[in-house]
């Protein structure tokens, strides 16, 4: 067919483009950033799945939209919060929380005594942190005093009131059925809009009793992919992003279009051992398994960051119980032969056998909600099977760990352990390693010592001379007898853009310090 | 006057019953389908490895709170451990009452949580047809005009790349250009303006160049038809004989294709929308089998699968307005 003589290759080229140089266009000038000033934009991977405290409330109380009665140092130490003075009696039962006077929620009602409790008395319902501690009775003393009655002395308390968990809200927060229908807090921003689950937008907060936040407006946005959330970063589109895999940490730092802010997080990738069953009864063999065990290639491999090998369980970043004294966790293949072979298992062309005949197979669980997870189970199962034992890798999901802990069917199981879950670890450590062993800690192993220890730190009633005595003994034995095996520590890596200042890092993830940040001039 | 009325009314019962059928059809579809897909993906969610009470839990506190203590709350508070055929039952009457029940992660309504998601779905999806109209319809008819030429060769050889990439790839191409080296678009997000190109092309790219070479087919074979033919000899200059007939009599099976490739979109939505972190229901789903939310599973499937039939009908509403042969043939 000819062409119609009207229908010329210019014209149809012309209709061509039009569209989508008209659908750019307009995209185009809608994207273009409104101002020098428009809003932070905080991208990372945590969604909002709804409005409730135990579930939500890490989203509002890093946005500083909400706050708790406590705060804690990067140390985990008590700071004052929406509690400007705190005082416990002799007896350690009774603690007494006083509100900053000054205090107001976003509605503009002051923030009362009455308030609190109404929060505290939502956050103890299990299984909310709040529900671990040996409450009696949580009252409200006049209008500006929270009084904490406890049925046995509980040293963790202000660790537990720092918990996200237990922000408090305003009472026009609370649907008549008890559920929260918004969130009207007390912190320096407000929320000005919020789709859940992905984003959320503050402005400052006029009323609020501290200091003006320099920066007026923040928007977080819940990104699924690290790969999305980099290319934001990098784009411009995002002042601070959260969570980065190590290949687009490589790329962002070589472009160094944005700065990549580190900090090493309280967050340990351990391997659970079932030290129930016979095979990993004996300390020599669960040694033996640690000492086949290359952290740094690990660590350099597969976090592209060779400072990420444990050396023991708890990381630098956690200053109380780091001890650099401990002999560091580290590969040495011979020594894990010798001991092998002391425990009674000969190698053979087809692996370690014991006196009997029986192999050395053992089975690892574990999930990939943290990618690098079955990476790094992979290359522990290479490690053993040089060392002669032989291990099958499931990988499933996360509650197949808590699930085969408590039906016994677990052998090991590699997992991501948050040690700081509240600022003081005593809780975790106490669910992990005491008598009974815990779901994501200790299994088939016990130590009265630790136990012991645990209890003491946990009543809170210890000298600090004394309480650094007893971290070092748990440290110590669980460094020996390894009821756990420390594989790499976590770094939180946040690409920055290059218009903020003032930007810190909370090792903790309590908050992502807005009030600190100011625009670069 | 009588005569023509007398033939005309046959013709309008003819197509108001063509017209009739096919609601009808669609109607039936719509049910069966519901039951269907909700049904499935109860016994899909239900037989997931893994213990439900404990993603649940997952899915609500994060994974570091997830002890057995906190699956056995959430078993407790939600009933998981009623027989399977009760909770079936349950969600069976519930549907009747055109009910979708409670998310079981954020104890929100599904249909209040679907509706929102569903809104930025189709958003997408008629952004992406836009996309592939625009870019697939007028290279497809010049191919289809010009056989052999440049313009189809280069067509052929964009559509096979284009047909070959994964979505995941394409849309990664596409942020790595236009977002962070042109600086052009938002990368990622959910403020329903620039952000939208992005997936929309993603998507759209895609089902452009199936258009382009249905398009390409359907041109060639109007353009060389008898009455194509029929309508230059009588007298209608090209312009007019291709806008006139030859569009018209080309545009039945572009629709029809697009009809068949809607799943396209769709299950290119799941993968495009968690990329983008669009707010839409593909995404919705994804987070809805990570956390076993077996209602907004079933839920999310539901609307998903709605959207189809609901995509096809308007394919075959067109097809009917376009040709009317169909609606003669309704009858015949």
């Keep these: ?521 | 006057m009588n005569k023509t009325l007398k033939t005309m009314t046959p013709d309008i019962t003819r197509s108001r019953t063509a017209w009739t059928a096919m609601l009808l059809r669609r109607a039936i579809q719509i049910l069966a389908l519901g039951l269907l897909v909700g049904t499935v993906c109860f016994f899909m969610a239900r037989s997931l490895p893994g213990d439900m009470a404990t993603r649940i839990a997952a899915g609500r506190y994060g994974y570091d709170l997830v002890s057995n203590a906190a699956a056995d709350a959430v078993r407790l508070e939600l009933g998981l451990d009623r027989p399977l055929w009760l909770a079936l039952l349950h969600w069976w009457g519930d549907i009747v009452r055109l009910d979708l029940g409670t998310s079981l992660v954020t104890g929100h309504a599904v249909w209040r949580e679907v509706a929102h998601q569903l809104a930025a779905t189709i958003e997408l999806a008629v952004a992406s047809v836009f996309v592939a109209a625009v870019v697939g319809l007028p290279l497809g008819i010049w191919s289809g005009l010009h056989a052999g030429g440049w313009v189809d060769r280069l067509t052929l050889a964009l559509a096979v790349v284009l047909r070959a990439l994964p979505p995941f790839l394409l849309a990664v191409l596409l942020m790595v250009v236009v977002a962070v080296q042109l600086d052009a678009v938002p990368v990622a997000g959910d403020d329903h303006g620039g952000s939208l190109l992005l997936p929309a092309l993603t998507l759209g790219l895609g089902l452009a160049a199936g258009l382009a070479r249905v398009a390409r087919s359907a041109m060639r074979e109007a353009a060389a038809s008898a009455s194509f033919e029929f309508a230059r000899n009588k007298g209608l200059s090209d312009r007019q004989a291709l806008i006139r007939h030859g569009l018209r009599q080309a545009a039945t099976p572009v629709v029809a294709y697009l009809g068949v490739h809607a799943v396209f979109l769709v299950e290119g939505a799941v993968v495009v929308e968690t990329l983008f972190a669009w707010p839409g229901i593909g995404h919705a789903l994804v987070h809805a089998v990570f956390g076993r939310d077996v209602p907004m599973i079933q839920g999310a499937a539901l609307c998903m699968g709605l959207l189809f039939v609901g995509f096809n009908l308007l394919v075959d509403a067109a097809c009917l307005a376009l040709d009317p042969r169909r609606r003669m043939g309704a009858v015949a």
């Design chain 1, 1 to 521: 067919m000819t062409l119609p003589p009207d229908f010329t290759r210019r014209r149809a080229l012309q209709l061509l483009a039009a569209g989508p140089v008209t659908a750019a266009a307009s995209t185009t000038l809608l994207a273009q950033p409104a101002a020098a000033r428009a809003p932070l934009q905080i991208v990372g991977p945590w969604e909002i799945p709804g409005l409730s405290p135990a579930s939500s409330g890490h989203v509002f109380t890093r946005m500083q939209v909400t706050e708790t009665l406590m705060n804690a140092s990067d140390d985990g130490m008590p700071l004052p919060g929406l509690a400007e003075r705190w005082r416990v009696s002799d007896d350690g039962l009774a603690w007494h929380f006083t509100l900053r006077a000054a205090a107001r929620f976003h509605d503009g009602t002051a923030v009362t005594a009455a308030a609190v409790v109404r929060c505290l008395q939502a956050a103890r319902v299990a299984p909310a942190l709040l529900s671990q501690a040996p409450i009696r009775a949580v009252e409200a003393e006049g209008a500006g005093v929270v009084a904490v009655r406890l049925t046995q002395p509980y040293g963790a308390l202000p660790a537990l009131l720092a918990h996200s968990s237990t922000m408090v809200l305003a009472p026009a927060s609370y649907a008549a059925d008890g559920g929260v229908r918004s969130i009207v807090g007390s912190g320096p921003y407000r929320v000005v809009s919020m789709a859940p689950p992905q984003h959320v937008e503050a402005a400052v907060f006029e009323g609020y009793d501290g200091p003006r936040p320099a920066i007026e407006r923040v928007r977080y946005l819940a990104a699924g992919r690290s790969e999305t959330r980099a290319l934001m970063a990098e784009g411009g589109q995002a002042d601070l992003a959260y969570g980065l895999d190590p290949a687009s940490l490589v790329r962002l730092r070589k472009r160094g279009r944005v700065h990549v802010d580190t900090v090493t997080l309280p967050r340990t990738v351990i391997l659970k051992v079932n030290a129930g069953l016979p095979a990993l009864n004996d300390v020599r063999v669960r040694q033996a398994l640690s000492l086949a065990i290359d952290r740094p290639g690990i660590a350099k491999a597969l976090l592209r960051d060779p400072e990420l090998a444990a050396t023991q369980l708890f990381p630098p970043t956690m200053k109380a119980w780091h001890h650099s004294a401990l002999p560091p966790l580290k590969q040495d293949p011979e020594a894990a032969a010798r001991l092998l072979a002391e425990a009674g298992w000969q190698r053979s062309p087809e692996g370690l056998r014991d006196a009997s005949g029986q192999p050395l197979r053992l089975s690892l669980r574990t999930f990939p909600d943290r990618p690098e997870l079955p990476l790094i189970a992979s290359a522990l199962q290479e490690q053993w099977r040089q060392a002669g034992i032989a291990v099958q890798v499931g990988i499933g999901n996360s509650g197949d760990i808590p699930l085969g802990h408590r039906d016994g069917s677990l052998q090991l199981g590699l997992a991501a352990r948050n040690y700081a879950t509240v600022p003081d670890p005593t809780g975790t450590l106490m669910q992990d390693f005491g008598t009974s062993g815990g779901d994501w800690g200790a299994m088939g192993w016990r130590s009265d010592a630790v136990a012991r220890a645990l209890a003491e730190l946990s009543r809170g009633t210890s000298s600090a001379e004394r309480a650094a005595v007893l971290r070092t003994q748990v440290t110590a034995v669980l460094q020996a007898e390894l009821p756990v095996i420390p594989i790499t520590w976590y770094r939180q890596q946040v690409a920055v853009g290059r218009r903020l200042e003032g930007v810190s890092l909370d090792p903790l993830e309590r908050s992502y310090r807005l009030t600190a940040m100011r625009w670069a001039a």
